[in-house]
Each structure stands twice: as structure tokens, then as C-alpha cells.
């Protein structure tokens, strides 16, 4: 039996809230923290990295509103197996590809990320910008 003083420590998570305007808040990782990167051009879908953006790259949710222990782990492992920048555009890609279909890949602004995602179950209403 081991006690909590012996036991290893839990892997801490990478998941953040971020806010996208009028309190309306979502779970995302920050897969590259220098603010080098734009949002995706006309013809493309993907993020790029220019020497002329001003936004992180990083992994959002945007599937059910209902964030549960079920999304924050898809998170986590995602993020687990994202490459590690500078990343190729056709490396990028194809991590996108294999990404569950709630998880894409967005160039937020820094001022976007407020913070590590808390455990409490009771966020899940700011997400959606519901009141009890």
C-alpha cells in the first residue's frame, strides 16, 4: 500500500482557459509560446509562422460544451503527441489530421490565454456563456 507521501505525483496538465470575447470561454494547450504566428491565410487552414505574427500556436477544443475529465484528457494526449516547434507546415498537417475531430489547431493572441484550467466540474457553464 502506498500512502500519499510515497505515491508519484500526477502529471500536471497543460490545459488552459482561454477566452474568445464576451466571456465566452474554452479549454486549449499551448503547443508554441513565442507570439510568431497567424491566423491561417485564405488558402490555407493551418496556423502559419511568420516572422510577422503576434500569436501563439495552440490546441483547441471546440466540440460539446459539457467539459468533463473525458475532454481535458483528449487535451492532454493530444498535446502529449504534438511535435515540438518549429514545426514543418506539412508536419502540421498531418498532426491535424490524426487530431480527434473537436481538436484544431487556432494562433490565439497571448492576451487570449487567462490561466491553467481548474479542476472544478462547475467551469463547464462559462464555457458556454449559460447562467444557473
Known amino acids: 500500500m502506498t500512502s500519499p507521501a510515497t505515491s508519484p505525483p500526477a502529471l500536471a496538465s ?33 496556423p502559419v509562422r511568420t516572422g ?34 518549429p514545426v514543418p507546415d506539412a508536419e502540421l498537417s498531418q498532426y491535424q489530421d490524426v487530431l480527434d475531430d473537436h481538436l484544431h489547431l487556432t494562433a490565439p493572441p497571448a492576451s487570449s490565454i487567462l490561466g491553467p484550467w481548474p479542476p472544478n466540474a462547475g467551469l463547464s457553464l462559462l464555457h458556454t456563456g449559460d447562467h444557473p
Open 14 to 46: 497543460r490545459v488552459q482557459i482561454a477566452c474568445r470575447g464576451l466571456g465566452l470561454l474554452f479549454p486549449t494547450v499551448v503547443l508554441d509560446p513565442l507570439p510568431v504566428w497567424s491566423a491561417p491565410p485564405a488558402d490555407h487552414r493551418l
Open 52 to 85: 510577422e505574427g503576434h500569436s501563439l500556436l495552440a490546441l483547441r477544443w471546440d466540440g460539446p460544451h459539457d467539459i468533463d475529465g473525458e475532454v481535458l484528457a483528449t487535451l492532454d494526449e493530444a498535446d502529449n503527441q504534438a511535435p515540438h516547434p
